[in-house]
């Protein structure tokens, strides 16, 4: 079976800080993985995703993940956070099925 | 402009009553699927579809049916069996590569509530 688990369910961070947010998935098959960002009352948005090749993945908004096999995590990160990146972010893999979600992680950005 | 439109976006039903859906696409995707999520839960997955006339049961499949007659369209009913049906209803859609699924792209949702 396949599974993502996202460590942290809430993330304070103050405006202009560095955020990681931490993923680890479990699966006996390659995986792509995905990061999307969720605002209030609205569908998801994909922010990045790794299909294969380099393990730095860059996406919108000034997001990167790192895709790290050993490890089986997938972190996303910011340098520089704004009020705006206030949202819950989910972290998702496929396989040969749907994709498969973490519980979410919710970013507050404080002023 | 292509995407997912999901309606209504809030929907009030009475206990007992059935209520369906709407999720239509203009992406030319093959696969779609039905999202349930609730507080703290993440996304759970109802029913998928990868191709016309064939569905799936997801994870959380009791207690709601779909139907896939046309490519664009995949109608989501929640019958009165469903026993805890408040919760926030996403569709989505995408194209698989090989036999992998790449990324789903999300409808807005509908918030159904039962009153």
Redesign the interface.
Known sequence: AQSVTQLDSQVPVFEEAPVELRCNYSSSVSVYLFWYVQYPNQGLQLLLKYLSGSTLVKGINGFEAEFNKSQTSFHLRKPSVHISDTAEYFCALSGNTPLVFGKGTRLSVIA | DGG?T?SPKYLFRKEGQNVTLSCEQNLNHD?M?W?RQDP??????IY?SQIVNDFQK?DIAEGYSVSREKKESFPLTVTSAQKNPTA?Y?C?S?IP?G???????????T?LTVV
Do not use: C, D, H, V
């Open positions: 997912i999901q696969a699927y999202y703290g839960q993440g996304l759970r997955l998928y997801g926030f996403l989505a995408s590569k036999p992998m699924n790449t990324e789903a792209f999300f409808g807005q949702g918030r």
